[in-house]
């Protein structure tokens, strides 16, 4: 595949440059004016600003089936009021239909990787593997300290494994998934640990969402959530926390020292009153702190691009610094640290670099001129914007239209459709 004479956010500086871009089977090759090789596919990118592709490293995929649903309540009286209740209705073809309605809304916004907790997994892979997109796909275990309830969720995570081990698709790959750590006891956090080193698999958890969350785990242990994860052996390299946003001076030493990564989710945060992350502290610290959107209820987007609006401006006013934080490095954690999460060689437009690449069409008045592309991206564009995608050296959507799917299809699936 040969794209042609694009503007291109180059290397790890985002340099922009006029270049063509040579894709071989699922890497970048070349990078360079007038590539004069032939290919299967040409794509003519004169008027359009090539970037990274986003990774959402935090999500619940099937949950925009309820968007909408429960409005205006904390996290707590969310989860347990209105949340839960109904995940408890949910069968494996909602979740199937929930996730390929996602997938294709993440397409939209330029999104190739997503890390995902949920149910029916299963049913998540199928519709990843339709769509496209890549899924770290996790089973998100809670056993409430029930040793009954435990061995059911080991078994349906341990079934999983075995399911996505035999796709071998390098789209969908495994992630443990245990909820939290006020929902899963320690017994079942250090099953995790365990099976995490004989598997070498990744893991993803909340992590000290809200004040309430480290007051239950604080009373019931001794210790805050990020101490408990140590205790059991989860704070590493491999461990993907989201939210991160009551963390004490310790907690940050801890996580700094173990190579923990804290996925950024400002939407939700914001959305159901649980704070605001010390992103600057974060990132002194030498934390590797990515971004995601968390799922469609809380948010109620799977939008990347207004996703590090939020995160740089809500930063800026609660600071009252404009400088606190630069586009730069938001635009690094919805791309490539959240590749480095995953072992991704990803993230960037560089030779030897899965070819993951989101193209936008600049012939719009509220994009030009294009005097900073960072601060288009960041401030000006939103996720129509992103027209074409590609994923692994695959075209998935071209000129807005997704071509693996019929995407008219799934949203007339849901279209007046009342799940009470």
Known sequence: MLLKNGLVLYGSDYKLIRADILIDGNKIMEIKK????SADTVIDAS?????????????????????????????????????WPVERKLKAKDIYWGAKLALLEMAHSGISTFVDMYFHMEEVAKATLEVGLRGFLGYGMIDLGDEEKMKAEVKETEKLYK??????????????????????????LKWVAEKSKEWNSLITIHLSETKEEVRITKEKYGQTPVEVLKTVGLLNERLIAAH?????????????????????????????????????????????????????????????????????????????????????EIFKMATWNGAKALGLKAGLIEEGYLADLAIINLKKPHLVPLNSPLSAILFSAKSGDVDTLIVNGKIIMLDGEVLTVDEEKVVDRFLGVNIE
């Open 163 to 188: 399911f996505i081990s035999g796709l071998n698709s390098p789209l969908i790959n495994f992630i443990l998934a245990p909820h939290a750590p006020y929902t899963c006891s320690l017994e079942c």
């Open 244 to 328: 991160g946003i009551w963390l004490t001076e310790r907690d940050i030493d801890l996580l700094s020292s173990s190579g923990t990564t804290i996925v950024h989710c400002p939407a939700s945060n914001m959305k159901l009153g649980s704070g605001i992350i010390r992103l600057r502290d974060l990132l002194d610290n030498g934390i590797n702190v990515a971004l995601g959107t968390d799922g469609a209820a809380s948010n109620n987007t799977l939008d990347m691009i207004r996703e590090m609006r939020l995160a740089s401006l809500l930063q800026k006013v609660h600071t009252l610094n404009p400088a606190i934080i630069k586009s730069e």
């Open 47 to 83: 008027n359009s600003l090539i970037i990274p592709a986003f990774v959402n490293s935090h999500t619940h995929s099937p949950m925009v089936i309820l968007r909408g649903l429960a409005e205006d309540v904390p996290l707590m009286e969310w989860l347990q009021n209105y949340i």
């Open 34 to 37: 007038n590539i004069n090789k």
